[in-house]
Nanobody, 126 residues
């Protein structure tokens, strides 16, 4: 069983920054692929950033150049550094985990993930 606990959300003005964290609780956390998703009100959940087992990363176009995903295996924690935030980044942000590999294949498709955190709200004011 895997438990994911997100933190770090909040309210920020456009142009500001936030760092989200997701702690991964599992027998062997490094066995799981993890990614960040988000869901804005009235919209479907969408993949924002994924990370491979070797540290390689991939991003949705709408966050490229502004967001950075990273993983600290020693702390069993996934991060999402968000800079130059825009009003349209307002959403509930979720981390997700799956055993299916390779990690960056279909990383942005929510149906491939088994485990989800409760989410952390990010609100960006214009």
């Amino acid at each position: 069983q895997v438990q994911l606990v997100e933190s770090g959300g909040g309210s920020v003005q456009a142009g500001g920054s936030l760092r989200l964290s997701c702690q991964v609780f599992a027998n062997t956390p490094s066995n799981y692929c993890v990614a960040w998703f988000r869901q804005a009100p009235g919209k479907e959940r969408e993949g924002a950033a994924g990370i491979g087992g070797n540290g390689s990363t991939d991003y949705a176009e709408f966050v490229k150049g502004r967001f950075t995903i990273s993983r600290d295996n020693a702390k069993n924690t996934l991060y999402l550094e968000m800079n130059s935030l825009k009003f349209e980044d307002t959403a509930m942000y979720y981390c997700a985990a799956r055993a299916h590999r390779p990690c960056l294949i279909n990383w942005g498709r929510e149906s491939y993930y088994t485990y989800w955190g409760q989410g952390t709200q990010v609100t960006v004011s214009p």
